[in-house]
């Protein structure tokens, strides 16, 4: 798991100013870290397209915005993030925590890559898990996996990123934050 | 009922450096009425999110007005922005709700609620400091230079003739300056307005 203080401190280094999204459990400790930090603001949105279009705006006032939000929130961001990040070209960091991915790892060893209504309706399955990586593919957004503290090289890599492409990718957390 | 001239006229008499983003129906009519390097349309974009990139800008931007002219079809996707918008305290932030009843770009279909919905009390409910609503353009003009002073959030719902705008593009047939820029240019343009 990846710990709350070692994420803000890193977006400490990457100059990140404003976090925005909707709190689950896998982020609710960094949420709550984050919490009076002197120098980034944690941005709430009543549900997460208006997050997408919100943090175009920041972008575009000269502020440097992450997301932070559940997969379940990106599904039903779809058009947002399709005609905001993506369509503009806006280079930000969006930190999607992977609902369902240790259930699913547990039951499956994998997430399974062959989606049909028999395995999506299964009780045994949160179904958010085998959908993610397919949207994210289908909605053009590169994305990673952040597991530990010890994939931390990834989310910084992120940022760097995000700039040299000049566009927005994901990075997946897959376990809760502490 | 006014129509649209009599909706963007005085604004852009009374408009000094505020921020303006426009969305569907009144893109091309504001451009009609200025050329200000402060304009943002919000087209090619995100359905109904107008808002919330305004909501954006003026966290961003606290020192400076921004102001919305949002269709009452678009409002209607996200009335959730209401609430963001006095939580995030958004105080510079003017929100127009342009009120014609219809999806004017798609052929000025009927939005659900026409001649019914109250989006000045909505604005109100949610926590908005100030909420007013002009159908009448007189009214409308005299009181504007105060709506655009003060802290609000403030929404404005204008009751306004239906037009006959068509979708929006970028580049190509486009005349509007800040539609012939492609979308990620006109984004970085804004952008180093403020970080040069």
């Known amino acids: 798991m990846a710990s709350a203080r070692a994420i803000i401190e890193l977006f400490d280094r990457q100059g990140v100013t404003d976090v925005i999204g909707v709190p689950d459990n896998s982020s609710a400790a960094l949420y709550s870290a984050l919490a009076g930090h002197p120098r980034i603001r944690v941005r709430s949105v009543t549900r997460e397209g208006e997050a997408f279009a919100m943090a175009m705006g920041l972008w575009m006032g000269g502020r440097q915005p992450v997301l932070l939000i559940q997969n379940t929130g990106l599904f039903e961001s779809g058009d947002a993030l399709r005609g905001t990040l993506t369509r503009m070209r806006v280079p930000i960091v969006c930190i999607v925590t992977y609902r369902g991915y240790g259930k699913t790892m547990r039951g499956f060893g994998k997430i399974p890559d062959q989606l049909d209504a028999e395995l999506l309706s299964r009780s045994d399955v949160d179904n958010c898990a085998p959908i993610t990586e397919p949207t994210l593919r289908a909605w053009g957004l590169p994305y990673e996996f952040l597991h530990t503290d010890e994939d931390l090289g990834v989310l910084e890599a992120a940022f760097q990123q995000v700039r040299e492409a000049d566009a927005p990718r994901a990075v997946l957390v897959t376990r809760d934050t502490t | ?196």
């Open chain 2, 1 to 196: 009922m006014m129509t649209k001239d009599q909706a963007l006229a005085p604004l852009a008499a009374c408009r000094t450096d505020e921020i303006v983003v426009t969305t569907m129906g009144m893109v091309r009519p504001w451009a009609a009425h200025s050329t200000h390097d402060l304009d943002f349309a919000s087209a090619d974009s995100a359905m109904g999110h107008a808002a919330d990139l305004a909501v954006g800008l003026a966290l961003a931007q606290p020192a400076r007005k921004v102001v919305c002219l949002n269709g009452d079809g678009s409002m209607l996707m996200t009335l959730g922005t209401l609430v963001t918008a006095v939580d995030n305290g958004a105080r510079n932030l003017v929100l127009f709700v342009i009120q014609n009843d219809a999806y004017e770009i798609t052929g000025n279909q009927r939005v659900p609620g026409a001649g019914q919905v109250d989006f000045a009390a909505m604005a109100r409910a949610a926590g908005f400091p100030r909420a007013h609503a002009f159908a009448d353009p007189a009214p409308y003009a005299a009181a504007l230079p105060e709506l655009l002073r003060g802290d609000g959030p403030v929404l404005v719902t204008l009751r306004v003739e239906p037009g006959r705008e068509s979708p929006l593009g970028r580049e190509g047939k486009e005349t509007a300056a800040y539609l012939r820029r492609s979308a990620p240019d006109e984004v970085r343009r804004f952008r180093r307005l403020f970080v040069p």
